[in-house]
T-cell receptor
Framework: DTGVSQDPRHKITKRGQNVTFRCDPI?????LYWYRQTLGQGPEFLTY????????KSRLLSDRFSAERPKGSFSTLEIQRTEQGDSAMYLC???????????FGEGSRLTVL | GESVGLHLPTLSVQEGDNSIINCAYS??????FIWYKQESGKGPQFIID?????DKRQGQRVTVLLNKTVKHLSLQIAATQPGDSAVYFC???????????FGKGTMLLVSP
Protein backbone atom coordinates (compact mmCIF):
# COMPACT_ATOMS: atom_id res chain seq x y z
CA ASP A 1 0.00 0.00 0.00
CA THR A 2 1.56 3.30 -1.04
CA GLY A 3 -0.99 5.64 0.49
CA VAL A 4 -0.69 7.92 3.49
CA SER A 5 -0.42 5.91 6.69
CA GLN A 6 -1.07 7.08 10.22
CA ASP A 7 -0.28 5.52 13.55
CA PRO A 8 -1.88 4.79 15.92
CA ARG A 9 -5.38 4.58 14.48
CA HIS A 10 -6.94 4.96 17.90
CA LYS A 11 -5.60 6.42 21.13
CA ILE A 12 -7.38 6.69 24.46
CA THR A 13 -5.63 8.73 27.08
CA LYS A 14 -6.30 10.47 30.37
CA ARG A 15 -6.46 14.22 30.63
CA GLY A 16 -3.05 15.71 31.21
CA GLN A 17 -1.10 13.01 29.39
CA ASN A 18 0.99 13.62 26.28
CA VAL A 19 0.26 11.86 23.02
CA THR A 20 2.12 11.61 19.74
CA PHE A 21 0.81 10.70 16.31
CA ARG A 22 2.89 9.69 13.34
CA CYS A 23 2.20 10.19 9.65
CA ASP A 24 4.03 8.61 6.73
CA PRO A 25 3.11 10.44 3.52
CA ILE A 26 3.19 9.10 -0.01
CA UNK A 27 6.91 8.77 -0.68
CA UNK A 28 7.31 11.24 -3.55
CA UNK A 29 5.14 13.91 -1.93
CA UNK A 30 6.98 16.90 -0.50
CA UNK A 31 4.00 18.56 1.18
CA LEU A 32 2.45 17.23 4.34
CA TYR A 33 -0.62 18.56 6.15
CA TRP A 34 -2.27 17.99 9.50
CA TYR A 35 -6.00 18.51 9.95
CA ARG A 36 -8.34 17.95 12.88
CA GLN A 37 -11.90 16.77 12.53
CA THR A 38 -14.63 16.60 15.16
CA LEU A 39 -17.95 14.84 14.84
CA GLY A 40 -20.24 16.38 12.26
CA GLN A 41 -17.66 18.90 11.07
CA GLY A 42 -15.34 19.18 8.11
CA PRO A 43 -11.60 18.84 8.65
CA GLU A 44 -9.93 21.95 10.05
CA PHE A 45 -6.42 22.88 8.97
CA LEU A 46 -3.72 22.76 11.65
CA THR A 47 -0.36 23.03 9.93
CA TYR A 48 1.61 22.12 6.85
CA UNK A 49 5.16 21.32 5.83
CA UNK A 50 7.02 21.63 2.60
CA UNK A 51 9.89 19.17 2.93
CA UNK A 52 11.14 19.73 6.51
CA UNK A 53 10.02 23.36 6.75
CA UNK A 54 6.82 24.14 8.64
CA UNK A 55 5.35 26.87 6.45
CA UNK A 56 2.00 27.60 8.02
CA LYS A 57 0.27 27.07 11.36
CA SER A 58 -3.36 27.67 12.16
CA ARG A 59 -4.48 29.66 15.17
CA LEU A 60 -6.09 26.37 16.23
CA LEU A 61 -2.63 25.04 16.94
CA SER A 62 -2.14 26.06 20.55
CA ASP A 63 1.27 25.95 22.21
CA ARG A 64 0.41 22.50 23.55
CA PHE A 65 0.59 21.22 19.99
CA SER A 66 3.85 20.73 18.14
CA ALA A 67 4.51 19.15 14.78
CA GLU A 68 7.78 18.11 13.23
CA ARG A 69 9.01 16.69 9.99
CA PRO A 70 12.72 16.34 10.71
CA LYS A 71 13.94 14.69 7.52
CA GLY A 72 11.23 15.83 5.17
CA SER A 73 9.63 12.41 5.17
CA PHE A 74 7.43 11.25 8.08
CA SER A 75 5.90 13.73 10.49
CA THR A 76 4.84 13.64 14.13
CA LEU A 77 2.15 15.63 15.88
CA GLU A 78 2.50 15.84 19.64
CA ILE A 79 -0.15 17.11 22.02
CA GLN A 80 1.04 17.92 25.52
CA ARG A 81 -1.16 18.02 28.61
CA THR A 82 -4.18 16.77 26.70
CA GLU A 83 -7.60 18.20 27.43
CA GLN A 84 -11.01 16.70 26.74
CA GLY A 85 -11.51 19.24 23.99
CA ASP A 86 -8.60 17.68 22.12
CA SER A 87 -10.70 14.60 21.43
CA ALA A 88 -10.99 14.43 17.66
CA MET A 89 -9.78 12.67 14.56
CA TYR A 90 -6.35 13.87 13.50
CA LEU A 91 -5.92 13.56 9.77
CA CYS A 92 -2.69 13.69 7.82
CA UNK A 93 -2.54 14.40 4.10
CA UNK A 94 0.19 14.80 1.53
CA UNK A 95 0.53 16.31 -1.91
CA UNK A 96 3.18 16.47 -4.58
CA UNK A 97 5.22 19.51 -5.60
CA UNK A 98 2.87 21.95 -7.26
CA UNK A 99 -0.05 19.63 -6.69
CA UNK A 100 -3.19 20.74 -5.01
CA UNK A 101 -4.96 17.42 -4.57
CA UNK A 102 -4.49 16.23 -1.03
CA UNK A 103 -4.33 12.51 -0.33
CA PHE A 104 -5.56 11.76 3.17
CA GLY A 105 -4.69 8.99 5.54
CA GLU A 106 -7.27 7.10 7.59
CA GLY A 107 -6.70 9.33 10.59
CA SER A 108 -5.76 8.87 14.23
CA ARG A 109 -8.73 9.07 16.58
CA LEU A 110 -7.94 10.58 19.98
CA THR A 111 -10.21 10.19 22.98
CA VAL A 112 -9.27 12.11 26.10
CA LEU A 113 -11.02 10.88 29.25
CA GLY B 1 -19.03 2.32 13.95
CA GLU B 2 -18.82 5.98 14.71
CA SER B 3 -20.53 8.26 12.23
CA VAL B 4 -19.27 11.57 11.01
CA GLY B 5 -22.81 12.36 9.95
CA LEU B 6 -24.25 13.72 13.21
CA HIS B 7 -25.90 17.12 12.81
CA LEU B 8 -25.22 17.11 9.09
CA PRO B 9 -27.71 17.89 6.35
CA THR B 10 -28.83 14.60 4.88
CA LEU B 11 -29.89 13.66 1.38
CA SER B 12 -31.72 10.36 1.05
CA VAL B 13 -32.13 8.82 -2.39
CA GLN B 14 -33.05 5.52 -3.95
CA GLU B 15 -30.49 3.42 -5.76
CA GLY B 16 -30.39 4.43 -9.39
CA ASP B 17 -31.55 8.00 -8.78
CA ASN B 18 -29.38 10.98 -9.59
CA SER B 19 -28.10 12.91 -6.55
CA ILE B 20 -27.24 16.58 -6.30
CA ILE B 21 -25.23 17.84 -3.35
CA ASN B 22 -24.82 21.57 -2.92
CA CYS B 23 -22.21 23.75 -1.30
CA ALA B 24 -22.01 27.49 -0.76
CA TYR B 25 -18.49 28.85 -0.43
CA SER B 26 -17.58 32.13 1.16
CA UNK B 27 -14.34 33.34 -0.38
CA UNK B 28 -14.74 34.99 -3.77
CA UNK B 29 -10.96 34.83 -4.17
CA UNK B 30 -10.96 31.03 -4.17
CA UNK B 31 -9.76 29.64 -7.45
CA UNK B 32 -9.68 25.91 -6.86
CA PHE B 33 -12.38 23.63 -5.51
CA ILE B 34 -12.49 19.96 -4.64
CA TRP B 35 -15.20 17.53 -3.63
CA TYR B 36 -14.25 14.85 -1.12
CA LYS B 37 -16.12 11.74 -0.04
CA GLN B 38 -15.70 10.47 3.50
CA GLU B 39 -16.95 7.09 4.62
CA SER B 40 -17.46 6.39 8.29
CA GLY B 41 -14.16 5.90 10.11
CA LYS B 42 -12.04 6.77 7.08
CA GLY B 43 -10.17 9.77 5.76
CA PRO B 44 -11.58 11.99 3.00
CA GLN B 45 -11.18 10.65 -0.52
CA PHE B 46 -10.79 12.89 -3.58
CA ILE B 47 -13.69 12.76 -6.03
CA ILE B 48 -13.33 15.62 -8.51
CA ASP B 49 -11.92 19.13 -8.73
CA UNK B 50 -12.58 22.27 -10.71
CA UNK B 51 -10.78 25.56 -11.26
CA UNK B 52 -12.48 28.93 -11.17
CA UNK B 53 -11.98 29.46 -14.91
CA UNK B 54 -14.39 26.59 -15.55
CA ASP B 55 -18.08 26.21 -14.79
CA LYS B 56 -18.45 22.49 -15.32
CA ARG B 57 -16.29 19.40 -15.15
CA GLN B 58 -17.26 15.80 -15.63
CA GLY B 59 -15.81 12.61 -14.26
CA GLN B 60 -17.01 9.07 -14.12
CA ARG B 61 -20.64 9.30 -12.94
CA VAL B 62 -19.90 12.65 -11.29
CA THR B 63 -20.20 16.23 -12.50
CA VAL B 64 -19.18 19.36 -10.64
CA LEU B 65 -20.82 22.69 -11.44
CA LEU B 66 -19.43 26.02 -10.33
CA ASN B 67 -21.42 29.24 -10.24
CA LYS B 68 -19.05 32.01 -9.24
CA THR B 69 -21.74 34.67 -9.39
CA VAL B 70 -23.54 33.23 -6.39
CA LYS B 71 -20.51 31.36 -4.98
CA HIS B 72 -22.17 27.98 -5.34
CA LEU B 73 -20.74 24.57 -6.06
CA SER B 74 -22.66 21.39 -6.71
CA LEU B 75 -21.81 17.73 -7.13
CA GLN B 76 -24.04 15.60 -9.28
CA ILE B 77 -23.82 11.82 -8.98
CA ALA B 78 -25.51 9.83 -11.71
CA ALA B 79 -27.16 6.47 -11.05
CA THR B 80 -26.39 6.61 -7.33
CA GLN B 81 -25.31 3.33 -5.77
CA PRO B 82 -25.36 2.12 -2.15
CA GLY B 83 -21.56 2.42 -2.16
CA ASP B 84 -21.97 6.16 -2.67
CA SER B 85 -23.39 6.48 0.84
CA ALA B 86 -20.99 8.73 2.72
CA VAL B 87 -20.47 12.31 3.86
CA TYR B 88 -19.49 14.68 1.05
CA PHE B 89 -17.43 17.82 1.64
CA CYS B 90 -16.59 20.65 -0.67
CA UNK B 91 -13.25 22.35 -0.12
CA UNK B 92 -11.63 25.46 -1.53
CA UNK B 93 -8.19 26.98 -1.85
CA UNK B 94 -8.18 30.77 -1.93
CA UNK B 95 -5.88 32.35 -4.47
CA UNK B 96 -2.38 32.76 -3.04
CA UNK B 97 -2.88 30.13 -0.36
CA UNK B 98 -1.75 26.53 -0.20
CA UNK B 99 -4.22 25.02 2.22
CA UNK B 100 -7.67 23.60 1.75
CA UNK B 101 -10.62 25.00 3.68
CA PHE B 102 -13.46 22.52 4.05
CA GLY B 103 -17.12 23.37 4.08
CA LYS B 104 -19.83 21.70 6.08
CA GLY B 105 -20.57 18.21 4.87
CA THR B 106 -23.69 16.59 3.52
CA MET B 107 -24.57 13.01 4.31
CA LEU B 108 -25.80 10.99 1.35
CA LEU B 109 -27.86 7.91 2.17
CA VAL B 110 -28.64 5.55 -0.68
CA SER B 111 -31.35 2.97 -0.20
CA PRO B 112 -31.32 -0.21 -2.28
Amino acid sequence: DTGVSQDPRHKITKRGQNVTFRCDPISEHNRLYWYRQTLGQGPEFLTYFQNEAQLEKSRLLSDRFSAERPKGSFSTLEIQRTEQGDSAMYLCASSSRGGEELFFGEGSRLTVL
Amino acid sequence: GESVGLHLPTLSVQEGDNSIINCAYSNSASDYFIWYKQESGKGPQFIIDIRSNMDKRQGQRVTVLLNKTVKHLSLQIAATQPGDSAVYFCAEIPSGYSTLTFGKGTMLLVSP
